[in-house]
């Protein structure tokens, strides 16, 4: 892994930034040998480096600043990784808060308070997702005075009923529209084409507008569309600004004044060499120019532009370390090499398909020269990492690690299989603290319930 690799944007290197190689031939993440890691914190082990992290947040920043001529504000998609430490990092870079759910939300305002920051700071910077926001959750969101990203039409009943007694203008809430936009990325995590699950159909704006003006509740501050995740296209964003300006347009047409534009995230990451995503500072670039050019064209002045970026702000500041097992060869086929993982810790292969690159942590230099299928341990034949790993001799010991899983495997782990979820280490200037502990058989258990009348008298 050259420096060339090395000095790309953050969301443009397979390996976190300050990744080396040792001369005993290990890999080090943030100065600390993986060996030692997986020694001292066990495996499989998420490892996060937190200049990677924090560079990633300071790009979006000081481009937004750089390239848009009105106010901006980075909210981070919680989804990607939600934890205290993660949540902490990021909202000590200034960056706001996406949050999907209660639980989201939770993290944010436990992190946040823990940091020292007021309630108000908190409720200014998140901004509360979902297409199917339960009524606690609509409690929480306006009790804690944040934004909402309003969804749809029961939604929009649901707050002016919760709302009906505070004053004028509590709510704070944003419209999520679906542009009805196609992009390039797994079927899976489009969001903004017209048969989305997400967002008002365009067909129901005048009508959304019109109801939202009446409502003496409601302060509606801005619109918000998402088109999808893990994507290299730059037209789709210019596109969807286009869109998006043009609504603001008519809805201060229809009496209704917007500041607020919420771009949604989507910059993809490389997951392997082939992958080569645009950089930060070019999607900022094109993002805010295409803002401005369609302001101008509309004759309207700079909205607040927010972006929620998830993916290409940690992605890339992940890996995970694997302890290599079983192998099983298949003469004239393939070659199985096990790891202690799978499924559970990265679920992303079985459900997108998705690509992976590997090394040996600790052959960092050598040759080349096998062929192997990565196998997670799980009851499941589909339990396939990487399909076709070309690696040096690998032996049960070695340990491989798995590129680019900052994003979307914490997150979506599971304990399939009743496999504890692995630890997490924030790694930064030769120091490791233990972000996330390792579940326990205990854990394992632990909502588990036994009815009396199934235990003997
Ligand atoms: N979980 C997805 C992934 O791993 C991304 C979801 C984005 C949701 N808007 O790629």
């Given at each position: 892994?050259?420096?060339?690799?090395?000095?790309?944007?953050?969301?443009?290197?397979?390996?976190?930034l300050?990744?080396?190689?040792?001369?005993?031939?290990?890999?080090?993440?943030?100065?600390c040998?993986?060996?030692?890691?997986?020694?001292?914190?066990?495996?499989?082990?998420?490892?996060?480096?937190?200049?990677?992290?924090?560079?990633?947040?300071?790009?979006?920043?000081?481009?937004?600043?750089?390239?848009?001529?009105?106010?901006?504000?980075?909210?981070?998609?919680?989804?990607?990784?939600?934890?205290?430490?993660?949540?902490?990092?990021i909202?000590?870079?200034?960056?706001?808060?996406?949050?999907?759910?209660?639980?989201?939300?939770?993290?944010?305002?436990?992190?946040?308070?823990?940091?020292?920051?007021?309630?108000?700071?908190?409720?200014?910077r998140?901004y509360?997702?979902?297409?199917?926001?339960?009524?606690?959750?609509?409690?929480?969101?306006?009790?804690?005075?944040?934004?909402?990203?309003?969804?749809?039409?029961?939604?929009?009943?649901?707050?002016?009923?919760?709302?009906?007694?505070?004053?004028?203008?509590?709510?704070?809430?944003?419209?999520?529209?679906?542009?009805?936009?196609?992009?390039?990325?797994?079927?899976?995590?489009k969001?903004?084409?017209v048969?989305?699950?997400?967002?008002f159909?365009?067909?129901?704006?005048?009508?959304?507008?019109?109801?939202?003006?009446?409502?003496?509740?409601?302060?509606?501050?801005g619109?918000?569309?998402?088109?999808?995740?893990?994507?290299?296209?730059?037209?789709?964003?210019?596109?969807?600004?286009?869109?998006?300006?043009?609504?603001?347009?008519?809805?201060?047409?229809?009496?209704?004044?917007?500041?607020?534009?919420?771009?949604?995230?989507?910059?993809?990451?490389?997951y392997?060499?082939?992958?080569?995503?645009?950089?930060?500072?070019?999607?900022?670039?094109?993002?805010?120019?295409?803002?401005?050019?369609?302001?101008?064209?509309?004759?309207?002045?700079?909205?607040?532009?927010?972006?929620?970026?998830?993916?290409?702000?940690?992605?890339?500041?992940?890996?995970?370390?694997?302890?290599?097992?079983?192998?099983?060869?298949?003469?004239?086929?393939?070659t199985?090499?096990?790891?202690?993982?799978?499924?559970?810790?990265?679920?992303?292969?079985?459900?997108?398909?998705?690509?992976?690159?590997?090394?040996?942590?600790?052959?960092?230099?050598?040759?080349?020269?096998?062929t192997?299928?990565?196998?997670?341990?799980?009851?499941?034949?589909?339990?396939?990492?990487?399909?076709?790993?070309?690696?040096?001799?690998?032996?049960?010991?070695?340990?491989?690690?798995?590129?680019?899983?900052?994003?979307?495997?914490?997150?979506?782990?599971?304990?399939?299989?009743?496999?504890?979820?692995?630890?997490?280490?924030?790694?930064?200037?030769?120091e490791?603290n233990?972000?996330?502990?390792?579940?326990?058989?205990?854990?394992?258990?632990?909502?588990?319930?036994?009815?009396?009348?199934?235990?003997?008298?």
């Amino acid at each position: 892994y050259t420096n060339e690799i090395l000095q790309k944007s953050p969301n443009n290197c397979l390996l976190p930034l300050t990744s080396k190689t040792t001369e005993d031939d290990f890999l080090e993440i943030g100065e600390c040998n993986i060996k030692d890691l997986v020694e001292k914190f066990g495996s499989p082990l998420y490892i996060l480096d937190e200049k990677t992290l924090r560079t990633s947040c300071k790009q979006y920043r000081d481009n937004f600043k750089l390239y848009y001529k009105g106010s901006s504000q980075v909210i981070y998609a919680s989804k990607a990784w939600s934890c205290l430490s993660v949540v902490g990092i990021i909202a000590t870079e200034n960056l706001g808060f996406d949050v999907v759910s209660g639980g989201e939300f939770h993290t944010v305002q436990i992190a946040m308070s823990k940091l020292g920051y007021s309630e108000i700071e908190i409720a200014n910077r998140v901004y509360f997702h979902g297409n199917n926001k339960s009524l606690d959750e609509l409690e929480l969101a306006i009790k804690a005075n944040c934004n909402i990203v309003v969804d749809n039409w029961l939604e929009l009943q649901n707050l002016v009923e919760l709302g009906s007694c505070l004053p004028e203008k509590s709510i704070r809430i944003l419209l999520r529209l679906t542009p009805g936009i196609e992009c390039h990325t797994h079927e899976y995590i489009k969001t903004g084409h017209v048969n989305s699950k997400f967002g008002f159909n365009l067909n129901d704006f005048e009508t959304v507008i019109n109801y939202v003006i009446k409502q003496k509740v409601l302060n509606c501050r801005g619109l918000h569309s998402h088109i999808g995740s893990q994507i290299f296209e730059k037209q789709p964003h210019r596109d969807l600004a286009f869109i998006l300006v043009k609504l603001l347009k008519k809805s201060q047409e229809l009496g209704l004044t917007l500041s607020e534009l919420n771009i949604g995230g989507g910059l993809g990451i490389s997951y392997t060499s082939d992958d080569n995503p645009p950089s930060i500072e070019e999607w900022v670039k094109n993002v805010s120019e295409s803002v401005m050019e369609a302001c101008l064209d509309s004759n309207l002045s700079f909205p607040k532009l927010i972006a929620e970026p998830g993916r290409s702000l940690i992605g890339s500041a992940g890996v995970t370390a694997y302890t290599v097992g079983s192998r099983k060869e298949i003469p004239g086929l393939h070659t199985y090499l096990a790891i202690d993982g799978g499924m559970s810790d990265n679920p992303r292969p079985i459900t997108y398909q998705s690509l992976y690159s590997i090394l040996i942590g600790n052959k960092m230099s050598e040759k080349i020269t096998e062929t192997f299928i990565i196998a997670g341990k799980h009851c499941e034949s589909g339990d396939i990492i990487i399909k076709d790993a070309q690696l040096p001799q690998t032996h049960t010991g070695d340990i491989l690690v798995v590129m680019g899983t900052g994003a979307y495997n914490y997150s979506m782990a599971s304990n399939y299989n009743r496999i504890p979820r692995p630890a997490a280490v924030l790694v930064n200037h030769g120091e490791a603290n233990l972000i996330v502990r390792r579940e326990t058989y205990d854990d394992l258990v632990k909502q588990d319930c036994l009815p009396q009348r199934l235990l003997p008298n």
